[in-house]
Every structure is written in C-alpha cells, then in structure tokens.
C-alpha cells in the first residue's frame, strides 16, 4: 500500500478482554516499531523488529502486551487481560533501512472500559 | 538516558507571526533530532531532522530547526504562522550509533492554536 495501515482505527474493550491489533508496514520495509500515545503525551516506545526478529521490546509495559511479525511484514500487538491503564492510541511505524525515515500508520485508538 | 522537554505545552499565535516551539534534550552524546506534527486522528508526519553538517535545517510547510549543542536545544520556527498549522508539534530524539535501533523518545507535545 501507499503508506501504513493500521486497523481497527477504533476498539472498545471491556475490562479483562483480549485485543489484537495489526499492523500493514510498507512494502519492503524491514524496520517496524510500535508506540503506546495516551491521551495528551508524547508517544512511548515499546517495541521494535527488524524483519520477524523482534529486537528490542524494552518498552513492552507488562507480560500482559505481546507482539510479532511473523513472516516479517504484517505485525499484530496482542493485549491480554485488557486494563483501564492501557486506554490509548496504538501507533506503528515502519522504515526501509537504518537511517531512513520513519512513516507512522494513523493509529488504533483502544479504549478499555 | 535520553530525554525531551518541550517548553509550553500550550503556544497560541496569531495568523503571520512567528512561531517558535521550544525543545531541550538530555543526552551524554548529541542526538539526531527530529520535529514531528499530528493533526487531529492521525498519525506522526515527519518536519524536519538534524543527523549531522549545517545545524539550521530546512523542513516542510516553511519551518526550519536550529540544533545548538552548546544549549542542548532544537528550536523549531516558522516565520509566518498560517491557519494550517494549527496541530500538535513533537520533538523526539534518536540515538547515535551502529547498535542503536532507531527508537525515537519523544517529548511531551506542544499544540499551536492560530488566531485569525
């Protein structure tokens, strides 16, 4: 596609649900990166790939958050146990290489109730 | 660790004056440097970066950045303030080196409202 899809844009979560969201990275993009946007701050970082290998996932806030790319394209973040805590917008990013710029998908805004 | 503030979370201007959005990083090696805007339910579009050379660096949309390391700053400016601009500005840093993923740390977002 032309730039980063993420879907759904919007998701309502009761308490305690599991959730899935994906993420179209740009054709042939090798990085992909995942940011946490609550309401009013800046984005946080909580995990990165390159390829399918996830390299860094520092910023992963607890056991409950899990992310892959498997075939090292499509990506899916996976909240379990869904929180109050979690409420924010979802936002993906994908590069072709190191040192190229960044494109941001619009964002999955979650809201857990 | 790295970090950015953003001086005035909130900045109002009226439409053809300057704009000036602050932006101070911590960090013990000199960052890349990057501004990004977010217009209402969308995602983060690039204006500008600063990797390495001319410290003044020209973006989209007429802003421009000036990186001063002696005052860990990254001033964002745009002579003319135009409707359009009114969004959310975030200044973000990257880290240096071959180890280093990409990740950006981001500061806390400043919203510039234009005035007619």
């Known amino acids: 596609g032309a730039g980063v899809s993420q879907s759904p844009r919007y998701k309502v979560a009761k308490r305690g649900q599991d959730v899935a969201l994906r993420c179209d990275p740009i054709?042939?993009?090798?990085?992909l990166f995942w940011y946490q946007q609550a309401l009013g701050q800046g984005p946080e970082f909580l995990t990165y790939?390159?390829?399918?290998?996830?390299?860094?996932k520092s910023g992963l806030p607890s056991d409950r958050f899990f992310a892959e790319r498997p075939e090292g394209s499509v990506s899916t973040l996976k909240i379990q146990r869904t929180q109050q805590e979690d409420s924010a917008v979802y936002l993906c990013a994908s590069r072709f290489i190191e040192d190229t710029e960044a494109f941001f998908g619009q964002g999955t805004r979650l809201t857990v109730v | 660790a790295q970090s950015v503030t953003q001086l005035g979370s909130h900045v109002s201007v009226s439409e053809g004056a300057l704009v000036l959005l602050r932006c101070n990083y911590s960090?013990?090696?000199?960052?890349?440097l990057f501004w990004y805007v977010q217009y209402p339910n969308q995602g983060l579009q690039l204006l500008l970066k600063y990797t390495t050379g001319a410290t003044l660096v020209k973006g989209i949309n007429g802003f421009e950045a000036e990186f001063k390391k002696s005052e860990t700053s990254f001033h964002l400016t745009k002579p003319s303030a135009h409707m359009s601009d009114a969004a959310e500005y975030f200044c973000a840093v990257s880290a240096r080196g071959s180890s280093n993923t990409g990740k950006l740390i981001f500061g806390q977002g400043t919203t510039l409202q234009v005035k007619p």
């Open positions: 960090s013990s090696v000199p960052p890349y």
């Open positions: 054709s042939g993009h090798v990085s």
């Open positions: 790939f390159q390829n399918e290998a996830q390299l860094d």
